[in-house]
């Protein structure tokens, strides 16, 4: 199994400021993907962070937005840039393990924003 | 268009009691299915995965079957206990198991009461 840490674990942010989220895998994994969880909703997928090259993003998510770093195969950040009360949600970061099909999960990053 | 739907409404059950939950989906081929288990504040665990040519599958209290005719996965916990209190998911690749990217179902929150 893996294990998937974040940080941080909440914050509370002002409006039109950014924040970095930091996602850790135990082992190296060859992708890994970022999902936001708004109030009272299912996952949707934001982007694929791939390991030295560019991130994929999802239809409605985009790079000056969400910009993705995946320096290694153990960890990769995504910032929420410019942000806005809409953007208020819970942040995952998620490893695909064993043959790929299944995925861990890291705790999440609680975001408010103000 | 593409969705998957759970069952919307909270699912109360009694202690002891099978708990059976819906995942419906429409204009997918997947080539498997998954159900996770998400706790208040956490990020969703993975408990189960069904193959498109497997009609059902267990792990110790926890059944899975899968009918890609009706499109269809019903999950159910037996001899259900309040621990098992929590937001079910059912997940699929949309792309037929080729991208590991994970497509989540709205989820149902299951309450067992004592």
């Known amino acids: 199994s893996a294990v998937i840490s974040q940080k941080p674990s909440r914050d509370i942010c002002q409006r039109g400021t950014s924040l970095t989220i930091q996602c850790q895998v135990d082992s190296q994994v060859t992708m890994m993907f970022w999902y936001r969880q708004q109030p009272g909703q299912s996952l949707t997928l934001i982007a694929t962070?791939?390991?030295?090259?560019?991130?994929t993003y999802e239809s409605g998510f985009v790079i000056d937005k969400f910009p993705i770093s995946r320096p290694n195969l153990t960890f990769s950040t995504l910032t929420v840039s410019n942000m806005s009360p809409e953007d208020s949600s819970i942040y995952l970061c998620s490893a695909p393990w064993g043959g790929g099909e299944t995925q861990y999960f890291g705790p999440g990053t609680r975001l408010l924003v103000l | 268009s593409q969705k998957i739907e759970q069952n919307s409404e909270a699912l109360n059950i009694q202690e002891g009691k099978t708990a059976t939950l819906t995942c419906n989906y429409t204009?997918?081929?997947?080539?498997?299915l998954q159900w996770y288990r998400q706790d208040p504040g956490r990020g969703p665990v993975f408990l189960l995965l069904i193959r498109e040519n497997e009609k059902e599958k267990r792990k110790e209290r926890l059944k899975v079957t899968f009918d890609t005719t009706l499109k269809q996965s019903l999950f159910h916990i037996t001899a259900s206990q309040p621990a098992d209190s929590a937001t079910y998911l059912c997940a699929l690749d949309p792309n037929g198991g080729a991208t590991n990217k994970l497509i989540f179902g709205t989820g149902t929150l299951l309450a067992v009461q004592p």
């Open positions: 962070a791939n390991q030295g090259s560019e991130a």
């Open positions: 204009n997918y081929s997947p080539a498997y």
